[in-house]
């Protein structure tokens, strides 16, 4: 099974871009990489997925590395309500998916 | 994105009793749901996998006696704690995922169960 690394804790300010990154060096050609985030106390919620290209949406672009072992979360301009626990998973098998520690970012006034 | 609603939100309950808690897909069908406990600073553990109208499938240490699931419908799970113990007090979380973008789970807000 695949399995992610990330660091356990981040601080980034207030207005500035939050790179969260994460290693997955041993993702097969057929996983897709997830990102999701938990503030405390809440169900995860879903930021978004990739498979090899990058990709942007409204909350967030993920940037992934041509060969695919590692990848980057960027939230463009990270207010107070982004401080979080951010999980960067690789879905295991159709479905499932495995959960590691996460990091916890803590946006700073 | 997709809504999944629980219910309760938070339970408290005594000992040997059971617990039911419900997971509902609002917005879409969902043909997978997926039942998750997460303790305190921990990060989440998957129970159960339940397919609509077929048994759950109970991850590796996972008491399908205990932890009772009903898919009756593709908006409807239900996960039963029965005979509850203070060591089962946690924060259960569904997940579902639908028929339409079967790559991407969607959370309920989480159940917090607390047995006395």
């Known amino acids: 099974d695949a399995k992610t690394t990330q660091p356990p804790s981040m601080d980034c300010a207030e207005g500035r871009a939050a790179n969260l990154p994460c290693n997955h060096s041993?993702?097969?050609?057929?996983?897709?990489v997830y990102w999701y985030r938990q503030i405390h106390s809440q169900g995860p919620q879903y930021i978004i997925h990739?498979?090899?290209?990058?990709e942007t949406n409204e909350m967030a672009s993920l940037i992934i590395t041509e060969d695919r072992k590692s990848s980057t979360l960027i939230l463009p301009h990270a207010t107070l309500r982004d401080t979080a626990v951010y999980y960067c998973?690789?879905?295991?098998?159709?479905?499932?998916?495995?959960w590691g520690a996460g990091t916890k970012l803590i946006i700073k006034p | 994105g997709a809504v999944v609603s629980q219910h309760p939100s938070r339970v408290i309950c005594k000992s040997g009793t059971s617990v039911k808690i419900e997971c509902r897909s609002l917005?879409?069908?969902?043909?997978?749901m997926f039942w998750y406990r997460q303790f305190p600073k921990q990060s989440l553990m998957l129970m159960a996998t339940?397919?609509?109208?077929?048994?759950?499938?109970?991850e590796q240490g996972v008491e399908k006696d205990k932890f009772l699931i009903n898919h009756a419908s593709l908006t409807l799970s239900t996960l039963t704690v029965t005979s509850a113990h203070p060591e089962d007090s946690s924060f259960y979380i569904c997940?579902?995922?639908?028929?339409?973008?079967?790559?991407?789970?969607?959370f309920g807000p989480g159940t917090r169960l607390l047995v006395l």
């Open positions: 997940s579902a995922r639908g028929t339409s973008n079967q790559e991407t789970q969607y």
């Open positions: 917005d879409f069908q969902a043909t997978t």
């Open positions: 339940s397919n609509e109208g077929s048994k759950a499938t109970y």
């Open positions: 041993t993702i097969s050609g057929n996983e897709y």
């Open positions: 990739g498979l090899k290209n990058n």
């Open positions: 998973i690789v879905r295991v098998g159709r479905y499932q998916l495995i």
